[in-house]
């Protein structure tokens, strides 16, 4: 089935969707699931708010595929989007703050060999404002650019750089009596 698939466009994909076509569903989730369930756990820092966000966005994915325009532009932007607004809301919602061992064990693999600055690292993340990790998450993690983490956050390109450029202000920050250390 996958291999069925695999030449199709994301775009050509949800327009598979919207015509009720599982297995192209079956093909998006296949391509997107490791990056989105990354990026929900990032966002989130809680293993089991993440594992549900991640079934509420492909969830929504699905239903919804036949109410969308096939015409998706970026099909990327769409998913990505519509995992944002499962984590933002779930942020607005949360009553109590996650717990720094939670979040420790997140999945990480950064390009530090060293596993302390690693955990450091993962902590300072918890410490930015959500608007500053989300940016960065997305930028440093998934490898996106720019403009589509504008589309992706609905703000200015501006913004986004700015952001961007705050959290890795704000690590160095964090991070700088530490590394003086080592």
């Known amino acids: 089935m996958a291999d069925r698939y695999a030449h199709y466009s994301d775009e050509d994909l949800f327009r598979l969707m919207g015509e009720g076509r599982k297995d192209a569903f079956a093909e ?16 989130i820092g809680d293993r089991d708010r993440a594992d549900d966000i991640f079934q509420e966005t492909f969830t929504r994915i699905y239903r919804h595929c036949h109410e969308k325009d096939h015409d998706i532009a970026r099909a990327s932007s769409y998913i ?8 933002l809301n779930a942020i607005r ?11 420790h064990q997140i999945v990480y693999q950064p390009s530090y060999e060293n596993a302390e ?7 300072s993340l918890e410490l930015l404002p959500d608007h500053y990790r989300e940016a960065f998450v997305l930028r440093e993690y998934d490898g996106l ?3 589509e ?10 913004s986004v ?22």
Do not use: Q
């Open 28 to 43: 998006i989730y296949t391509r997107y699931r490791g990056r989105i369930y990354a990026y929900v756990l990032r966002m």
């Open 80 to 87: 990505f989007t519509t995992a944002r607004n499962r984590c």
């Open 93 to 103: 919602d949360r009553k109590t703050t996650t717990d720094v061992e939670d979040y």
């Open 117 to 123: 600055l690693s955990e450091l690292v993962k902590t």
């Open 145 to 147: 650019s720019y403009h």
């Open 149 to 158: 983490i504008s589309e992706i956050t609905g703000e200015s390109l501006a």
């Open 161 to 182: 750089k700015i952001h961007i450029f705050r959290a890795k202000k704000k690590l160095r920050e964090i991070l700088m009596p530490y590394l003086e250390e080592a």
